[in-house]
Each structure stands twice: as structure tokens, then as C-alpha cells.
DNA sequence: GTATTTACGGAACTCATTGTCCACTATCCT
DNA sequence: AGGATAGTGGACAATGAGTTCCGTAAATAC
């Protein structure tokens, strides 16, 4: 079991350093967030911090367990579904635009200042792990040994936080449907055509 | 004409003091670089470094010019190829994979810390202007009112930054020509194929 | 070639933050 | 209840950021 009993106080005190961070994170950029401003947000000796966390990009990094879980069921839960190819990849997406949306502030005060280099390698991380675990199962087999595996898993990946990143700075006007059904028709055209002959001539007329 | 005449020296301190960052680059984490350690290393006085620029990130997004310029080039020379529409677009791409190859060991100290998000977001603004100039003259004549013009842009950008930081991560084993070869197999066809149908079913059989 | 303007150096100073330490207290665990 | 564990708050040295000032050096203007 993986919960090795670990003190309240101690669960208290995470939480409540977690939680003054988001709060934080929302009123101001996160490299000008200091030590002290979080232990003091979360009534905290600034000193218990350093007992818990050894820096600010620790606690930060420690807070994306959650997602991770969230995100691993979803792209189950596509894989599982019958339909076309297109329709069960990439079924992280649908979840990650939803999530970000819900909780858009705190996603857009993470992306805009330069600390959302830790958030956005985290999701970052988490995403590489879903799309390399799911290109095994099927990418593979249709395009063996044309591009290095990796190379596709960062391409996908890559635009996609891309496309999350714009569509929150852009306050995230478009419904999570739409853009998730932009993102996954470029990608998932992308990817999977690429042993078939060049596309025709621009039709320009219509 | 935009050149000022500025002073011999201020002119040669600018210089040392890029120089000097590119060598400190190498040797240690862009966080941990300190405005102390620059002046030093270009043998000036700390004062005089805030004479000219306002802070580190000041001086690390000012040594981005000479890049620009060439891949400008590179798009224009391009773009006034005859040739297939792939063979055209994102002309940028191979200009950029071989500038990055050429310095690799800049670049890998640039993309590795977290200081290379200055660096990246630099990159990443240039080659937006150009992919989004491109696209007016291209993109938008085929797919019209489709997908938002800006979303592509992001797409195809977030793309080729996350392949092209994965190239140097790996020491940039692959020569240039193949890695632009199959990002951009992947960018083209993903992005003037989203008016047709979807792709067969997997081919399985072979 | 001289006068004027501009840049440089370097020290001194203020301020904010980090990270560590310690003795004391509060809380939890069983 | 009593030992273990966690939290408190203050003191500490160390480091770096910016700013200011003034004497000196160098470039530019004429």
C-alpha cells in the first residue's frame, strides 16, 4: 500500500501549502511569490515550508498527482470504445481541455507567467506518458520504422499544449468540444497518413 | 535609417556582454547565472551592464536578431520555389534545424535549463510571425473559416518547437534533413487535409 | 587638436530573500 | 498518560539585486 500513514499535521500543513500557492498563483506572477509569502498565506511558520518542501518549485511540482489519475481513465475509457480510429485517439485530449477549463484561472495564472514552465512540463510529462503508452498500441503497428516513435509522441504532444495554451489565453471562448475536435483532426490526420502518397493539389476551386 | 550611430564602446560592451553570457551558458544553469558573473566575465563593471540592459532576460532576448533575419530568408527562398505545396511551406523548418545543429551545444545549454524558456518563447515568437505570414498567403485560400487561423499557427509551432528540442536532446543524432523531412510530412499533411474525409482504417495487412 | 560629450569602473549602500539552526510548544499516536 | 513527531518564531550569515556618485578614460564633434 502506498499510504505509509504519515502524520495529519503533516497532511494539514501540505495541503495548506498547496493551497496558498493557487491562491497566490492568482494574484500575482509566480517568480515574485517568495517563501514567505506562501508559509504566511497558509499561517504557517516559514520554517515548517522547509521542513515539507525543499523549494517553491517542489511544492508546485507535488501538486499534480491528481490530474494524472484523471487523465490515465479517460484515455482507458476511449481506448475501450468501439469506433474509428480517429474517434479513440488521443483520448486524453477531451479530458485535459474540460479540466483546464473548469479550472481556467488557476490554469491561465499558471501558463501566463514564466513559473508555468514547471506546471506546463509537468502536464507536459504526464501527457508524453499517455500518448507514447498509447501510440504502442496502435500507431505502431500501422507505421513501423519510418519515424523514431519518440519523435511523433513529442510532435503530438508539443502542438497540443500549443493549442491549450492559446485556447486559455484566449480565455477559452470555444467550448472544449470544439477545440478538442480541431487539435485531434490536425493531429490524428497528421499522424497517421504519413506512409501515404503527398496530398493533391490545393483545391482552390470549390 | 534605423541605425543611431551609437558609441564605439557601448557598442563593444553590448558585444562582450552577449559573448559573455553564450560562455556562461555553457558552463552553468541560466537561474544561477548572476548579473555579478556576466560583468565579470566580460571584464566590466557591474554598473556599466545595467547602463545597458535592465536585467538578464533583458540581455538574453536582445541576442535574438541575427536569427530572425535568416529565416526570413529562408521562408522567402522557399516560398518562391516552384514545387508542391509541401515542398513550399514551412520553409523555415530545415533553415532552423540546421542553425540549431551548427550551435548545437548553445542551443542544448539554452533548451536544457529552465532559463530556456526565455530562449524558447524568443524562437517561438519568431516563428510564429512567420508561419502566420505564411499561412495568410497559403492556408487560408484552401481552408477557409474552418479551423481558426491562430490555432494552426500555435499547432504547427508548438510542434516543431517540441521536435526540435527533442532533436537536441538527443544530440541532434539524426542529420537535419530527416528530422525537417518528417516533421513536416507530419505538419503538412495535418494541416491542408482537414477538409476531407477521414483516413481508411488501419492497413493491418501487409 | 582641442573641447565637449558620453561611457566606464568601482565602491558604498539599501533592500529583499534564501537557507539553516535551535530551543520551546502543540499535537498526535497508541 | 507519555514518548514521538511536527510546528513556531526568531536569529543568523550569505547572497544578489538595483541604485547612486564621482573620478577617469575614451570617443565624437568641430
Redesign the interface.
Known sequence: MPTEKIDRRSLRTRAMLRDALISLFQKMDYETITITDIADQANVGRSTFYAHYTSKDDLLRSSFAGLRALLVDQQQEALARRG???DRSLGFSLAMFEHAGNHRDLYRALVAG?GG??ALTSIRQILSDLVRNELTT?YD??NPHF??H???V??????????L???LDRRAE?PPER?DA??R??????????N?P??P????SN
Not at 513529442?154 to 493549442?163: D, H, N, R, S
Not at 493539389?201 to 482552390?204: D, Q
Open positions: 474509428s480510429f480517429e514564466r514552465t514547471i496502435t503497428k500501422a519515424v523514431p519518440e519523435l511523433v513529442q510532435y503530438v504532444v508539443g502542438a497540443f499544449m500549443a493549442v495554451t492559446w485556447w470555444l477545440v480541431m487539435f483532426k490536425l493531429a490524428v490526420q497528421g499522424i497517421f497518413r504519413i501515404e503527398p496530398p493539389a490545393v483545391p482552390l
